[in-house]
């Protein structure tokens, strides 16, 4: 089955990291730009960062520069989203995709 497949994901006090995975199932994901994206209740989905096949290639939206890195392992066919400084608008589920496929989400709760 063709599938992706986050987990990570959490409840985190203000301030914490967390480290989040997206690994691939019946396709290689080192093929593909992989995305993470993220929707909190009531608002927009936002696109947060990519990262190209190759891993030379790395973008980040405004809101999480400089606090969260993407990375990829091809040998493990994963991508990883390493979140640090985390605050209450974090708050949010969060996706990745890839191959024009989005997995079910990890929730991530920011709070105190």
């Known amino acids: 089955q063709v599938q992706l497949v986050e987990s990570g994901g959490g409840l985190v006090q203000p301030g914490g990291s967390l480290r989040l995975s997206c690994a691939a199932s019946g396709f290689v994901l080192s093929d593909y730009l992989v995305t993470w994206v993220r929707q909190a209740p009531g608002k927009e989905v936002e696109w947060l960062s990519n990262?190209?096949?190759?891993?030379?290639?790395?973008n980040y939206g405004d809101s999480v520069k400089g606090r969260f890195t993407i990375s990829r392992d091809n040998f493990k066919n994963t991508v990883t989203l390493q979140m640090n400084g985390l605050s209450t608008d974090d708050t949010a589920v969060y996706y990745c995709?890839?191959?024009?496929?989005r997995g079910q989400g990890t929730q991530v709760t920011v709070s105190s």
């Open positions: 995709e890839g191959r024009g496929i």
């Open positions: 990262i190209s096949p190759n891993g030379l290639y790395i």
